[in-house]
């Protein structure tokens, strides 16, 4: 069965770190850009940050920029989204998302669309 799962979610306390992980179980991720997303409660799906197939380019949302780092190690079939500083604004569900697709510059803005494979999500839980 092909799907991303997530994992290294939880509960931190404001100012506290996480590192989230999406691996890819029955394919390789060599040809996919990833993203991760996030839904908090109440609110729209919001797109966090997005790498291309090789790390050549990526993107944050304002809202995290300075603070997450997206990073993938394709040997390992992973990506990674460092999480530190957090806030109790950054509590969520947080998915990660697949899209087959080269290295461009435009390919992240564009993301949302044609998505190939979602996770089912993992709670982050930051309280003040």
């Known amino acids: 069965q092909l799907q991303l799962v997530e994992s290294g979610g939880g509960s931190v306390q404001s100012g506290g770190s996480l590192r989230l992980s999406c691996a890819a179980i029955?394919?390789?991720?060599?040809?996919?850009?990833i993203g991760w997303f996030r839904q908090a409660p109440g609110k729209e799906r919001e797109k966090v940050s997005c790498?291309?197939?090789?790390?050549?380019?990526?993107n944050y949302a304002e809202s995290v920029k300075g603070r997450f780092t997206i990073s993938r190690d394709n040997a390992k079939n992973t990506v990674y989204l460092q999480m530190n500083s957090l806030k109790p604004e950054d509590t969520a569900v947080y998915y990660c998302?697949?899209?087959?697709?080269?290295?461009?510059?435009?390919?992240?803005?564009?993301?949302?669309?044609?998505?190939?494979?979602w996770g089912k999500g993992i709670l982050v839980t930051v309280s003040s």
């Open positions: 790498i291309t197939r090789s790390g050549g380019f990526t």
């Open positions: 029955g394919f390789t991720l060599d040809d996919y850009g």
């Open positions: 998302a697949a899209k087959r697709g080269w290295d461009y510059s435009d390919f992240c803005r564009n993301f949302e669309h044609g998505l190939d494979y």
